[in-house]
Antibody
Framework: QVQLQESGPGLVKPSQTLSLNCNVS??????????WSWIRQHPGKGPEWIGY???????YYNPSLESRVVISKDTSQNTFSLRLRSVTAADTAIYYC??????????????WGQGTTVIVSS | QSVLTQPPSVSGAPGQTVTISCTGS?????????VKWYQQLPGKAPQVLIF???YRPAGVPDRFSGSKSGNSGSLAITGLQAEDEADYYC???????????FGTGTKVTVL
């Protein structure tokens, strides 16, 4: 059974880069037809899709964040990562990694990490 | 501002049926994109209840059912139980935003 676990700093200074990793256990990140995603949730709000990376390495981002986001994967470590640059207080949220099977507009995000809280503050 | 609108709260007594609506537009649900539903317990990650408008993943009780019509989707919970008290979110794809989008969320209270 695939499990996901986020890791990274819980506090980031404004204007700096937020970096998170998601460790995938119980299955390969290279398995065909899966997208590996980052989703965040501001306090009291609905989730917000940040983007995902396909098993092939193709990336897709939310246009509202695209200019600041990079999602990458490390197949040797079976992890994928999020980098969000030039953060502000508006980026304070719980960040989740999650998985969705192709086609992503039919399937739901079926495996989620427990989430990690990131606070942007000086 | 989410493009998928849900009622902030619904409530029902144990055993009753509650329905949660998810109203979108011609660029998301109305464009033919499927609706998914998630349950989020306090302090936990969302868990998918419904995908493809009306399919349940293995392990999800058949008390949960989904439907779609026009620009909207719906989640029905029949035989409401205390453990169903949670936040519920719908999700779809929007071709104007070119992004997966989530609803505003509905808090279900079991009276």
């Amino acid at each position: 059974q695939v499990q996901l676990q986020e890791s990274g700093p819980g506090l980031v200074k404004p204007s700096q880069t937020l970096s998170l990793n998601c460790n995938v256990s119980g299955g390969s990140i290279n398995i065909k037809n899966y997208y590996w995603s980052w989703i965040r949730q501001h306090p009291g709000k609905g989730p917000e899709w940040i983007g995902y990376i396909y098993y092939s390495g193709s990336t897709y981002y939310n246009p509202s964040l695209e200019s600041r986001v990079v999602i990458s994967k490390d197949t040797s470590q079976n992890t994928f990562s999020l980098r969000l640059r030039s953060v502000t207080a508006a980026d304070t949220a719980i960040y989740y990694c999650a998985r969705v099977m192709d086609p992503p507009d039919f399937n739901g995000f079926d495996v989620w990490g427990q989430g990690t809280t990131v606070i942007v503050s000086s | 501002q989410s493009v998928l609108t849900q009622p902030p709260s619904v409530s029902g007594a144990p055993g009753q049926t509650v329905t949660i609506s998810c109203t979108g537009s011609s660029t998301n649900i109305g464009a033919g994109y499927d609706v998914k539903w998630y349950q989020q317990l306090p302090g936990k990650a969302p868990q998918v209840l419904i995908f493809g408008n009306n399919y349940r993943p293995a392990g999800v009780p058949d008390r949960f059912s989904g439907s779609k019509s026009g620009n909207s989707g719906s989640l029905a919970i029949t035989g409401l139980q205390a453990e169903d008290e949670a936040d519920y979110y719908c999700q779809s794809f929007d071709n104007s935003l070119t992004s997966h989008v989530f609803g505003t969320g509905t808090k279900v209270t079991v009276l």
